[in-house]
């Protein structure tokens, strides 16, 4: 499965926040986006909200943008 992502880093919790119109999914990460980490944490949520492993979630572009494209191995 693949996914567009549009990320909120530091926010209070992590959680899906919505749709946006083009069908793109709103994330907000309690993590900060310095070295990785708001990357970090959404593969271990999205791992978690979809029951995966870790090691399934792949970010394919956008690592140092907000907007991602995230494929997800079954």
């Known amino acids: 499965m693949t996914l567009r992502v ?3 880093a530091r926010s209070p ?8 119109s083009d069908g793109t999914l709103k994330i907000r990460i309690a993590a900060p ?6 990357n970090e ?3 271990a949520f999205l ?8 090691s399934a979630v792949h970010i394919l572009t956008g690592h140092a943008s907000p907007l991602k ?4 191995d079954n």
Do not use: F, M, N, Q
Not at 13 to 20: D, I, N, P
Not at 69 to 72: E, G, P, S, T, W
């Open 47 to 54: 791992a978690a909200h979809y029951g995966v492993a870790k």
């Open 13 to 20: 919790k992590s959680e899906v926040a919505g749709e946006l």
């Open 33 to 38: 986006p310095d070295k990785g980490k708001a």
């Open 6 to 8: 549009k990320v909120i």
């Open 69 to 72: 494209l995230v494929r997800i």
């Open 41 to 43: 944490e959404l593969c």
